[in-house]
């Protein structure tokens, strides 16, 4: 079976982390150099201890908070006005933290204003400077054909004529169209290769290395959306529908602004920007708890498992993480060791590889309690849906509608599916489509406050259930 092919990850690469670590490291040479300029005693300890706690506070602060104002992911096809006023209002929002932070402790009297002054301007510039850098280099490295990003257009006419324009001409985004469908025989320019029909996207996507899909169809066309989405249920690619303009009002969709023209967000996700990253700091701090509280628990299981049978004391199997990257579940092992010969087998009622140990563990989803480690290392989340096997995946893909759009976010160690009756083993397509619905209704509801009703529901009743064998 044809596996799924997967965009690029926006989230965390060594690329964005050295920006990050640079973004810190402006924040301190500017503090440190304002005092330098602006304090009698200079940076050295003879000065008020509050103006080198406030430079290591707000270096801190600008490594956890500026993630959430969107400064490290992909600003193709976006107005640079936009980053540096995201940079500036990120600036903002940490300076203003410390500056709080020196009134809770009443220290703000002993701040010098002229150094306090200078070390927000002489940051904020900097920000800006090294942003203005990175935008010219990327665009002169694109505008030379490096760091292309194929794209696919579906429609075309007046609209998608103009978009083609735009990114023929602004060649710093770095976008290439590789092909183009329009259901008719409009003439198309000769550097574009012609899709003949909508069955042939997908394949297309995956063997041109295609990375985003832009609908430009007229509101009348709106069933060929559902045949797109249709059509590429299994890759996780990006797409946008580009609508036209006099349309905007019939849509409640969320809408951006792309190279200059209206973009719907057919598949974007709510935990993004500040609530992404609220809830990204709440399962590192909740599975931090937890692990320390649970510290003694875990150690017996692990004492047990091993005396129950010969073998490891954690199972690790690979399964889909966020946007199809492959990682390894921990869990405690609560079967005897086996050979799969390339397939998941799930467990069955008396199933015989089972423990007796495994059997308790598994009635309670004691087993799953490693799986706070995945949520240290950012590979999953406390809530979300559940990570299926990979030979599971490859199975329903192409029966369960939607299967692959799960995947969008971190899989979790409980769920919606989970706390509404959905856990454990899915021996029929019917209970996988049913988790699989609760898993999308997740995905398009999320709220920080649902979370919290999911652990509390999943640690008053959740643990145990009658199809957890």
Known sequence: ??????????????????????????????????????????????????????????????????????????????????????????????????????FLMDQSGVISFPWASTWFALTALSLAGLRLGVYATLGAARDRGLNQKRVAIVGFGMLGRDLWRRVAQFRTTGYEVAGIYTGTDERLPSSVRRLNSLECLSAFVRNNGVREVWIVLPMEQGQIVHEVLFQ??????????????????????????FMGLPAIQLNSLPAIGIRGWAKEMFDRAFSTCALIALAPVMIVIAVLVKLSSPGPVLFKQPRLGVDGKVFNVYKFRTMTVHEEHGT?????????????????????????????F???????????????????????????????????????IT?????????????TVHKMRAR??????????????????????????????????
């Open 436 to 469: 699989i619905e609760f898993d999308l209704y997740y995905i398009q509801n999320w709220s920080f406050l649902m979370d919290l009703r999911i652990i509390a529901r999943t640690a008053l009743s959740g643990w145990t259930g009658r199809n957890a064998y």
């Open 232 to 257: 590429l249920r299994n890759d996780l690619v990006d797409i946008r529908w580009i609508p036209d303009v006099m349309s905007i009002r019939l849509l409640g969709h969320r809408i951006d602004n």
């Open 374 to 412: 995945n949520v240290l290392k950012g590979e999953m989340s406390v809530v979300g849906p559940r990570p299926h096997a990979l030979a599971h995946n490859e199975l329903y893909k192409d029966v369960v509608d939607r299967y692959m759009m799960r995947h969008r976010v971190k899989p979790g």
């Open 1 to 102: 079976m044809e596996s799924a092919s997967f965009p690029e990850s926006e989230r965390v690469t060594g690329a964005h982390a050295l920006y990050r670590l640079f973004d810190a490291s402006l924040v301190v040479s500017c503090g440190l150099a304002a005092a330098e300029w602006r304090l009698p005693a200079g940076a050295n300890l003879t000065a008020p201890p509050i103006h080198l706690f406030l430079i290591a506070f707000c270096t801190l602060a600008a490594l956890l908070i500026f993630p959430a104002f969107r400064l490290y992911g992909s600003w193709r096809g976006r107005q640079l006005s936009e980053l540096l006023l995201s940079s500036l209002a990120a600036w903002c929002t940490v300076y203003a933290l410390g500056i709080l932070l020196s």
């Open 415 to 427: 769920g919606w599916a989970q706390v509404n009756g959905y856990r454990g083993q899915t021996e």
């Open 344 to 372: 998941v087998t799930q467990a069955t009622r008396n199933d015989a590889r089972v423990t007796r140990i495994g059997a308790f563990l598994r009635a309670t989803s004691l087993d799953e309690l490693p799986q706070f």
